[in-house]
Nanobody
């Protein structure tokens, strides 16, 4: 499995938007999987942000619901996270994640098997 490649992070002011992209380490065109985004502030616990499975079922953390939108393009094998109305508390390193084991329900807080190196998002007030 190759390591996921994230891009799209950066610094924005509160109320701004960013769109994260990722090439997950699993094929989005074959089999069962769960892919998603997890964020972490250095020194704090990881926080699941969103998840989407092979059937297109989507889940969000309460903190981002209504502001963030996860999507995927199976043909491009790409995963996206559109982040709108960003808040300073969204500041974190965002990781692209994937899992094919099916041992847990596909949800943002699940224990994903594959992780990217992360992309940094900074939101200033």
């Amino acid at each position: 499995q190759r390591e996921p490649e994230e891009s799209g992070g950066g610094a924005v002011q509160a109320g701004g938007s960013l769109n994260l992209s990722c090439k997950p380490s699993v094929s989005l065109s074959h089999g069962s999987y769960c892919v998603g985004w997890v964020r972490q502030v250095p020194g704090k616990e990881r926080e699941g942000v969103s998840s989407i499975d092979h059937e297109g079922n989507i889940n969000y953390a309460v903190a981002v619901e209504g502001r963030f939108a996860v999507s995927k393009d199976n043909a491009k094998n790409a995963l996206y996270l559109q982040m709108n109305n960003l808040k300073p508390e969204d500041t974190a390193i965002y990781y692209c994640t994937a899992d094919i084991n099916g041992w847990e329900p596909c949800r943002p807080e699940m224990r994903f098997a594959y992780w990217g190196r992360g992309t940094e998002v900074t939101v200033s007030s």
